[in-house]
């Protein structure tokens, strides 16, 4: 039986089901979307009103204008046959069990039989949804619970039922990582699978013992963010992103279905939730909970909420000297074990030892009854909840002894396998041997192998295994194998400075040689690349050095030229926010292999520039020189304003299929949803590429249109200015900006070499570094990391 997923059919329109059906089309798949049928005349009112909330939703739930096109609304009444045309059905109705057998009658009676069913309920046991179906039906019904928002958090648990086909299970995984980009973790039929069951032990353990130890809100989030690695939603903010009705809801359900649970009290909401939701302090969506939205002299604020008179008052900001202290320790590891050392005598290393352990504890509890393996466990808080680390990986770091006798002191109980494993001389969940990553397991009580995505390359890895060929502070050339390079950026931000020049003259070095077939650029940090080091520039700029600085910006020039021209194809793997000469980098390799989740810009103007690395000789190649190209009678002032208005409004694009819009992608460029297989897939794009590989034509190949249609686009930027959208230094930016795109000074319109424009860009960027209000720019993005208008 195969399962190749084209179609998906979604059943429930509500937030879940239209983000769920919003995500399946950005990853290109045809989607039906289908919800009941009022009883009055429109009968896809339900269906249209949760699809148009999907279309608003902040952050957007849709990559690009045009993937709504990609779903087809509809109702139970009269579309339901569609169902039988789907490849996976996957139900997002309300939460109530009736509803949804009923619905898997009717989901029988009409599949298709090879189609996969699921179900994306989060607190209703999935054998009793499928009850009373059919033993063929059984087999292939998985449950499939997302995270919310579905297009940005990794996580999907998949649930089995003990007649779930393990095919079926295998295949819905793969088409999860592969398609969809998620992370796949296999939980068991039990109350809240994973995420939620860990996640609301944590976050009413964390919330009762802050409000009975007389702790403030911000002092709570001031510590539980990013110094424990957490994201910097922290514990209160949390609460309001999520609304404190569904979070409360979560724990009351969770309560309700567990009674054999031994920490079943400690799920119970605090009292001081239940009145704020009396209160409708339910947070983002009432407009306050923990803390409110306000405008204060222009500025926005977030005034916190007092827990005794339920009003919010201006944030203070409380000083907490030991996170400053822990922060000084350096990586998590030793920042938990500094916090987790000086609990006895500070009262927030004690907040941090007091929920934290507890949460490592229960989670030891759990296993192997809501899973048989510490990694799905890890993941599913790593993935759902953004934790930098998952329980038991945390747990190693603090070491697992140590921890053990902490957790004794505080009568914790400790689940018996962990001693177990401690009496056998196992001192760590996790540990590497010849290479391969092992975890113990719970149920064998021995080390298993941790399961490989086959389509992940670690560069890490690679590195520990020598496979690096040169390196320094900023950048490395790794040997990726099969005759493949790698240039990866690790500086600050991946910001590129002349030591990731300098190893990108390594690279093409060691491209020459016979048995290398490639190049890939590409990082595993959380962005591309910012852009330049404006440090560096901003240092160069004090000194009075400009001849440093143009040195660097030809070098930066001629590098990205040496990529456009290389003998041998060079792909660049953008993610994140691939910014200003990071989006230069990917422009002169011959293919992208872009993550979805790529924000691409050229943001120069920002501070006061232009691009100069060829940003703005690209944007004239690849905008408005095909046209003319393939029909040179063409008027070419609608492709210039194009490339005008992306330079000089820095536009930034939301997901890489927006990129493909602006045109910083391509029709030959490949998107993948899953940023942890960008590297094996720019890898196998240079092989693909590299059989009988020949390097782009080197001649006049971009169309400069000259001083009419530079005095077109000035006239626009002096509208702009008239109407007080532009100040007057962004119009003498942009006078720069259309005076590169057109080509200077020619009087008439011609094809010109690419040279010709970067030494246009190298004039303009030299100038307006010379400006006073362009070092205005540099220094405020320096000090607040905000653009200045000026």
């Known amino acids: 039986m195969s399962h190749r997923i084209r179609k998906v059919a979604v059943l429930g329109a509500g937030t879940m089901g239209a983000a769920i059906a919003a995500h399946c089309a950005n990853a290109g798949l045809e989607v039906d979307l289908l919800d009941i049928a009022p009883d009055d005349d429109d009968k896809n009112a339900v269906v249209e009103a949760g699809f148009d909330r999907m279309q608003n939703a902040r952050p957007a739930a849709l990559m690009g204008g045009n993937v709504a096109d990609r779903i087809r609304t509809g109702n139970f009444e009269e579309h339901f046959d569609r169902v039988g045309e789907a490849d996976w059905i996957v139900e997002a109705i309300i939460e109530k069990l009736e509803p949804k057998r009923e619905l898997m009658q009717r989901v029988e009676?009409?599949?298709?039989?090879?189609?996969?069913?699921?179900?994306?309920?989060?607190?209703?046991?999935?054998?009793?949804?499928?009850?009373?179906?059919?033993?063929?039906?059984?087999?292939?019904?998985?449950?499939?619970?997302?995270?919310?928002?579905?297009?940005?958090?990794?996580?999907?648990?998949?649930?089995?039922?003990?007649?779930?086909?393990?095919?079926?299970?295998?295949?819905?995984?793969?088409?999860?990582?592969?398609?969809?980009?998620?992370?796949?973790?296999?939980?068991?039929?039990?109350?809240?699978?994973?995420?939620?069951?860990?996640?609301?032990?944590?976050?009413?353990?964390?919330?009762?013992?802050?409000?009975?130890?007389?702790?403030?809100?911000?002092?709570?989030?001031?510590?539980?963010?990013?110094?424990?690695?957490?994201?910097?939603?922290?514990?209160?903010?949390?609460?309001?992103?999520?609304?404190?009705?569904?979070?409360?809801?979560?724990?009351?359900?969770?309560?309700?279905?567990?009674?054999?649970?031994?920490?079943?009290?400690?799920?119970?909401?605090?009292?001081?939730?239940?009145?704020?939701?009396?209160?409708?302090?339910?947070?983002?969506?009432?407009?306050?909970?923990?803390?409110?939205?306000?405008k204060r002299e222009g500025k926005t604020v977030f005034d916190v909420l007092d827990l005794e008179t339920f009003e919010h008052h201006p944030a203070e900001n409380p000083e907490i000297p030991i996170a400053k202290e822990a922060q000084e320790q350096g990586d998590l590891a030793s920042r938990l074990r500094f916090l987790i050392d000086k609990a006895d005598e500070d009262k927030h290393a004690r907040y941090i030892r007091n929920t934290l352990l507890p949460y490592m504890a229960y989670a030891s509890r759990r296993v192997p009854e809501i899973s048989d393996t510490l990694e799905d466990v890890d993941h599913a808080m790593e993935w759902g909840f953004a934790h930098q680390n998952g329980p038991f990986r945390t747990w190693d770091l603090l070491g697992v002894r140590e921890t053990v006798e902490n957790m004794q002191s505080m009568d914790l109980e400790v689940a018996p396998w962990v001693e177990d494993m401690l009496d056998a001389g196992n001192e760590s969940f996790y540990k590497t041997e010849n290479g391969t990553e092992l975890q113990f397991s719970p149920v064998s009580k021995e080390y298993e192998p941790v399961r490989e995505d086959p389509m992940y390359v670690s560069l890490d890895r690679l590195r520990d295994g020598g496979k690096e060929l040169a390196s320094n502070d900023s950048a490395s050339l790794l040997d990726l194998g099969d005759g493949v390079l790698c240039l990866e950026f690790h500086s600050k931000g991946n910001s590129i400075d002349a030591g990731t020049v300098e190893m990108g003259n390594r690279a093409l070095e060691a491209?020459?040689?016979?048995?290398?077939?490639?190049?890939?650029?590409?990082?595993?940090?959380?962005?591309?690349?910012?852009?330049?080091?404006?440090?560096?520039?901003?240092?160069?700029?004090?000194?009075?050095?400009?001849?440093?600085?143009?040195?660097?910006?030809?070098?930066?020039?001629?590098?990205?030229?040496?990529?456009?021209?290389?003998?041998?194809?060079?792909?660049?793997?953008?993610?994140?926010?691939?910014?200003?000469?990071?989006?230069?980098?990917?422009?002169?390799?011959?293919?992208?292999?872009?993550?979805?989740?790529?924000?691409?810009?050229?943001?120069?103007?920002?501070?006061?520039?232009?691009?100069?690395?060829?940003?703005?000789?690209?944007?004239?190649?690849?905008?408005?020189?095909?046209?003319?190209?393939?029909?040179?009678?063409?008027?070419?002032?609608?492709?210039?304003?194009?490339?005008?208005?992306?330079?000089?409004?820095?536009?930034?694009?939301?997901?890489?299929?927006?990129?493909?819009?602006?045109?910083?992608?391509?029709?030959?460029?490949?998107?993948?949803?899953?940023?942890?297989?960008?590297?094996?897939?720019?890898?196998?794009?240079?092989?693909?590429?590299?059989?009988?590989?020949?390097?782009?034509?080197?001649?006049?190949?971009?169309?400069?249109?000259?001083?009419?249609?530079?005095?077109?686009?000035?006239?626009?930027?002096?509208?702009?200015?008239?109407?007080?959208?532009?100040?007057?230094?962004?119009?003498?930016?942009?006078?720069?900006?259309?005076?590169?795109?057109?080509?200077?000074?020619?009087?008439?319109?011609?094809?010109?070499?690419?040279?010709?424009?970067?030494?246009?860009?190298?004039?303009?960027?030299?100038?307006?570094?010379?400006?006073?209000?362009?070092?205005?720019?540099?220094?405020?993005?320096?000090?607040?990391?905000?653009?200045?208008?000026?």
Request: with cysteine.
């Open 109 to 294: 009676d009409t599949a298709k039989e090879a189609a996969i069913i699921s179900t994306n309920t989060s607190g209703i046991p999935l054998h009793s949804i499928s009850e009373g179906r059919s033993e063929g039906f059984k087999k292939r019904f998985v449950g499939t619970h997302f995270f919310n928002p579905p297009r940005y958090l990794k996580l999907m648990e998949i649930i089995p039922t003990e007649d779930t086909d393990p095919e079926i299970v295998e295949a819905v995984r793969t088409f999860g990582e592969r398609v969809l980009g998620k992370g796949g973790v296999i939980a068991k039929d039990t109350p809240n699978f994973i995420g939620n069951r860990l996640g609301s032990f944590a976050g009413m353990q964390s919330a009762r013992y802050a409000f009975e130890n007389g702790y403030g809100i911000e002092e709570v989030d001031a510590i539980t963010g990013p110094l424990i690695g957490h994201p910097k939603t922290a514990t209160f903010r949390l609460n309001d992103q999520v609304g404190l009705d569904i979070a409360v809801a979560v724990a009351e359900n969770l309560f309700e279905a567990v009674p054999e649970d031994e920490s079943r009290e400690e799920l119970k909401p605090p009292e001081k939730l239940q009145e704020m939701q009396e209160k409708n302090l339910l947070g983002n969506k009432t407009g306050a909970g923990f803390y409110k939205r306000d």
């Open 511 to 790: 491209l020459e040689r016979d048995d290398m077939v490639g190049l890939v650029i590409g990082n595993e940090g959380r962005n591309f690349s910012v852009g330049a080091n404006l440090g560096e520039m901003a240092h160069a700029v004090q000194n009075g050095d400009l001849d440093q600085i143009e040195n660097s910006v030809e070098a930066l020039q001629n590098l990205l030229m040496a990529f456009r021209f290389a003998p041998k194809p060079v792909v660049s793997a953008p993610h994140g926010q691939t910014l200003g000469g990071g989006l230069e980098v990917c422009l002169h390799s011959d293919r992208m292999v872009a993550a979805g989740e790529t924000y691409m810009g050229l943001v120069e103007v920002g501070v006061g520039l232009i691009p100069a690395g060829g940003g703005t000789k690209e944007m004239a190649r690849r905008l408005v020189s095909p046209p003319l190209h393939t029909a040179p009678n063409t008027p070419p002032l609608p492709f210039l304003q194009k490339a005008f208005e992306q330079i000089a409004l820095a536009k930034t694009a939301g997901s890489a299929l927006e990129a493909k819009e602006m045109g910083f992608l391509t029709e030959d460029d490949r998107i993948v949803m899953n940023a942890d297989h960008l590297i094996s897939a720019a890898k196998r794009e240079v092989q693909d590429l590299a059989d009988g590989y020949t390097p782009p034509e080197h001649g006049n190949n971009v169309y400069a249109s000259g001083r009419t249609a530079r005095a077109a686009l000035e006239m626009g930027v002096k509208t702009m200015q008239w109407a007080h959208y532009a100040s007057d230094y962004d119009g003498i930016i942009a006078g720069h900006v259309a005076r590169i795109l057109t080509g200077g000074n020619l009087s008439l319109p011609q094809w010109v070499p690419e040279e010709y424009l970067l030494k246009l860009e190298k004039e303009s960027f030299l100038d307006l570094l010379k400006q006073e209000k362009t070092h205005d720019r540099i220094e405020a993005l320096l000090k607040t990391g905000k653009p200045k208008r000026n």
